[in-house]
Structures are given as structure tokens and as C-alpha cells.
């Protein structure tokens, strides 16, 4: 299974960004899907995550109201919307899947078994 993060690139405060997520390899769509960051210098932290079907979905408090995650199983690609960047949203953004769950949303990467290679967002003031 490999997971394929792209999206990013420099965008000016206030503006937007759709990163993808697209997912080889695997047949079923019942598992969680995450996305990460990791700022120069700083710890890779949660941003959201999404449940199987779409219908759960969980976010950081940084990204509430401003990110979107969503998912097309059709596809197998998830996807993060996000509006009103910020210079400090810049960071790598990675996407990581959850094989073992399919409803239970996790923020901790321990859970994620799958990762992309992240993509690179960055947000000038």
C-alpha cells in the first residue's frame, strides 16, 4: 500500500489550498485517513482525521473553521481543504492511513500505519 501526498505549494496569507491524498494497493475503503504537519524545527503534530465513510471527521483546534478533510472512496484519494492560510500553517503536510480502524478517529501517529511522503506548504505574509 502507498499513499501519495500532493497539493502543496506557496500560496499568500489568506489564501487557499486543496492537498490530495491518493491510495494504491488497497481494495477496501474501511479505514480512517489522517493529515500531519511538520514545521521547520517543530514536532510533526494532528491536523484532522476522517472516519471510513466520511461521516466522522475530527480536527485540531488550529484548523477548525478553516480546514476541511474529506474523502471519495471511488477515487481512494482523501483530501484537505484549507482557506485563510496563515504564514504559520507553513509546514510539510503529510497524510497517513489507519488499516486497523474504520471508525475510530485517531490523532496520535502511533495509529497510522501508512504514510505519505508529505507535501510542502508554504504561506507568505
Known amino acids: 500500500v502507498q499513499l501519495q501526498a500532493s497539493g502543496g505549494g506557496l500560496v499568500q496569507a489568506g489564501g487557499s489550498l486543496r492537498l490530495s491524498c491518493a491510495v494504491t494497493g488497497r481494495t477496501s475503503s474501511r479505514y480512517c485517513m489522517g493529515w500531519f504537519r511538520q514545521a521547520p524545527g517543530k514536532e510533526r503534530e494532528f491536523v484532522a482525521a476522517?472516519?471510513?465513510?466520511?461521516?466522522?471527521?475530527f480536527y485540531a483546534e488550529f484548523a477548525k473553521g478553516r480546514f476541511t478533510i474529506s474523502r471519495d472512496n471511488a477515487k481512494n484519494t482523501g483530501y484537505l481543504q484549507m482557506l485563510s492560510l496563515k504564514p504559520e500553517d507553513t509546514a510539510v503536510y503529510y497524510c497517513?492511513?489507519?488499516?486497523?480502524?474504520?471508525?475510530?478517529?485517531?490523532?496520535?501517529?502511533?495509529?497510522?500505519?501508512?504514510w505519505g511522503q508529505g507535501t510542502q506548504v508554504t504561506v507568505s505574509s
Open positions: 497517513a492511513a489507519d488499516f486497523k480502524r474504520a471508525d475510530l478517529l485517531a490523532t496520535a501517529e502511533i495509529h497510522y500505519d501508512s
Open positions: 476522517i472516519n471510513w465513510n466520511g461521516g466522522s471527521t
